[in-house]
């Protein structure tokens, strides 16, 4: 069992930055591709981003191509998600997901594991 303790979030105005961070517990957080999904008010969990186990290749979704980046530190075994240009659309609880699949997973159903979700709000 894997749990994935997220931190960072809140409250920025429009064109600012947020981090955030993903720590998963145990020691084989290289062992699973992480990604991350967003969830507005209303509407379905979407997702932004991922990263691979090792080799650190990544994909994102249109929406937040240019300003978003993931990267991972499997050292520190933590992922960060850097969210800079924030939007108003970019208004979500973010959340943490881990995979067992190796590649590059843009579905829901292809995590394993769930953080409990980060709330972000960008005011205009």
């Known amino acids: 069992q894997v749990q994935l303790v997220e931190s960072g979030g809140g409250l920025v105005q429009a064109g600012g930055s947020l981090r955030l961070s993903c720590a998963p517990s145990?020691?084989?957080?290289?062992?699973?591709?992480m990604g991350w999904f967003r969830q507005a008010p209303g509407k379905e969990r979407e997702f932004v981003t991922s990263i691979s186990r090792s080799t650190g290749i990544t994909n994102y979704a249109d929406s937040v191509k240019g300003r978003f980046t993931i990267s991972r530190d499997n050292a520190k075994n933590t992922v960060y998600l850097q969210m800079n240009s924030l939007k108003p659309e970019d208004t979500a609880v973010y959340y943490c997901?881990?995979?067992?699949?190796?590649?590059?997973?843009?579905?829901?159903?292809?995590?394993?594991?769930w953080g409990q979700g980060r709330q972000v709000t960008v005011s205009s």
């Open positions: 997901a881990a995979s067992k699949v190796p590649g590059l997973m843009t579905t829901r159903t292809a995590y394993d594991y």
């Open positions: 145990g020691r084989t957080f290289n062992s699973y591709a």
